[in-house]
């Protein structure tokens, strides 16, 4: 997804990559260990499980991360209580942001959600107050060294996506909520995946004002950066943005 990439250069641009796989391996880790919880510890019994690990490799995660967060999900013995909450606000200029959060303190990352939120000059709202202006959609993300487009479409075509778009680094392959998981398992089976997960596409881009870039910007960057948040989304125009972000 094209919007989607220009929202992860903008952060990373933001931070040093070494400060920010630390992060990535802790939002995975905990993907990972709940993805076990709520299926199974065997990847070919659990397409999240599956997923997660794909994800996990093609972000470097070593190994044994991986392995220890999957024991972590399957041990009896495991007190971490982990769910998923997802958020709903509006940004300066008035922009939609949905964010989904994994956390073991729902009342803490309420807090700091909403904070962040206030403190950009946006408001956080109630469930459901801009995901309407989004579509719930699939995306499996896989290398495109790795991957020939035509034959890659037939296979997804096949299993039922409804498009595969060619992004800079990367053949994104679309598809309806029902079928995700079938065509993320033909997917897997013909190529290398990088990522797949379910996402909020925004259905139109809005545009940001010059007084609202900035803020918004910190907005993102801030959510970014807490550990209970795994994604965020906006349908701010993201080429926009990143030009901002470039002239900071």
Known sequence: MAGHSQFKNIMHRKGAQDAKRAKIFTRIGREIMVAVKLGAPEPEANPRLRAAISAAKAANMPNERIDRAIARGAGADNT??????????????????????????????????????????????????????FQRVGEIQVDKAETDFEELFEIAANAGANDVEDDEESFTVVTEVEAFNQVYQEVDKATTVQEAKLVWRPMAPVSVDADSCSGLIKLLEALDDNDDVQNVYTNADLAALSEAADAA
Request: net charge negative; aromatic share 12%.
């Open 80 to 133: 971490e209580d982990y769910i998923e909450i997802r958020y709903e606000g509006y940004g300066p200029g008035g922009v939609a942001v949905i964010v989904e959060a994994m956390t073991d303190n729902k009342n803490r990352t309420a807090s700091d959600v909403r904070s962040y939120f206030n403190k950009s000059g946006g408001s956080l709202g109630e469930t459901n107050s801009v995901s309407f202006m």
